[in-house]
């Protein structure tokens, strides 16, 4: 009965919350969030069509490509292929979810951030990448090559970055199960308050989100996909729902990379418990707050160049995170 | 409530991917449901877009591998490509073993460095 329970829950899980539904109807809040934020600090109104607010906008966008827009079978394409990543790359973001305080069904074992590396910074770009080469174009060349050269500069960074909350709560507080996202994110909440490794957490998550920000191509490391400069880069020749599956793909891997920067640097919404309203009130605060963030630098930012891109992504992530590291460990080893 | 399961890192893998396989199965059922009729699957294939030119104007679709490595060790890595092409590259061999003897003796020093350290927290009862 108890098996029953839990493979009901762990479906549950991976279906509708923190889930597949979940995280499309998150991805289509930041998607509406991004645009509305941006545009007022533009001055411009935003989507206001569709729903109140225009919050259905995404959506409406989204179902138009899928259900009404053509897709256009290019000569030499592999669309099958880059639709079979794309179901890959989605269902790997979603499952990773597993691993957080917010699903019911709590999944954690030692060393399980090394899980989550393999299914978000793995599976996600190297659908991104499958998808991209599977329709062959000069411009989709150039900009797979951009986004392959900045991934290898901001992957290991945020791994690095995501090591010193690990690090720490295993080796200072003892956390339940060693190196796991699940006790990282329970515990993270005392590194915030302990005059030694405040300074490090605040590296560490300057470097996580300069890392979403380039591995999210937003500006300015929108490199890959320089409009006016190589069309699209890897989104040229994709259309209708191909194109519909690859912008959902990216929209959930921003979702999910929030929440976990919003859990495992800022402790989601400890001290409070999940399910009280100071607690939700704090998890949603500092999940918008994040959004906010990335969107300002979005909104504020022209596109650089990509050695200029790769340099402030060496410069403002790679150098804390490796700072924050290495001082980590001499706080582990002296104490 | 929320079940909690501890479990290896090995099963936890496992639950993962089946995890991603049937989330993935359900993206697809619903990319079929909601996939447009007329999408051209079926239909006529279409030459890429060049900004509107034939294929013709490049050699080749994709741009040659190597290109790839000398894109980035050029453009990105341009400093450092010139640093230990001066340092490396002057002709000398002298230079060019001074310049590796420099890496293993820093790596020899490193790994004696740690080695004492091992031992010494060993012996001291720290593991």
Known sequence: ?335 | MAVEVITNPQVAMLLCTLGSIFVGGIVALIYLLLKSSYGSSEGEAEEPYICGEPPTVVKSLTGPSEGMYWGFVKRVARSLYKYFRDLMHTGRLSDWAGYMSGWYGFLVITALILTMYVIVRGVMGGW
């Open chain 1, 1 to 335: 009965m108890v098996g029953v329970l839990e493979s009901l829950t762990l479906l549950f899980a991976l279906a509708i919350f923190p889930g597949l539904v979940f995280i499309i109807a998150l991805a289509i809040f930041n998607d509406w969030f991004e645009r509305k934020v941006e545009a007022r600090m533009q001055s411009r109104m935003g989507p206001t069509y569709v729903g109140p607010a225009g919050i259905l906008q995404p959506l409406a966008d989204l179902l138009k490509l899928f259900s009404a827009k053509e897709e256009i079978r290019q000569k030499y394409s592999l669309l099958d292929v880059a639709k079979v990543f794309a179901f890959l790359g989605i269902g790997a973001a979603v499952a990773s979810l597993l691993f957080l305080p917010l699903s019911p069904y709590r999944l954690s074992a030692p060393y399980d951030f090394l899980v989550y590396v393999y299914l978000c910074c793995v599976w996600v770009p190297l659908a991104l990448f499958i998808i991209s080469i599977s329709v062959p174009n000069p411009f989709t060349a150039l900009g797979t090559s951009r986004l392959l050269s900045i991934l290898t500069v901001c992957e290991p960074t945020y791994f690095a970055s995501l090591l010193v909350p690990i690090i720490l709560t295993t080796r200072l507080f003892r956390a339940q199960v060693p190196y796991s996202i699940l006790s990282t994110s329970k515990l993270v909440i005392n590194l915030w308050t302990y005059p030694y490794t405040i300074p490090l957490m605040i590296l560490a998550t300057i470097a996580a989100i300069v890392c979403l920000q380039a591995k999210a191509m937003y500006p300015p490391y929108n490199i890959p996909e320089a409009e006016q400069e190589i069309v699209a880069g890897p989104l040229t020749e994709l259309s209708g729902p191909m194109l519909g599956l690859t912008k959902l793909l990216h929209d959930i891997d921003i979702a999910v990379s929030l929440l976990f920067i919003t859990y495992v640097y800022l402790g989601g919404p400890y001290p409070f418990p999940h399910l009280s309203l100071p607690g939700i009130a704090v998890l949603i605060a500092k999940y918008v707050g994040l959004l906010f963030v990335l969107t300002t630098i979005k909104a504020s930012f022209g596109r650089f160049r990509i050695d200029q891109g790769i340099k402030s992504i060496l410069k403002y992530a790679s150098l804390p995170a490796t700072v924050s590291l290495v001082v980590a460990n001499l706080i582990i080893m002296f104490t």
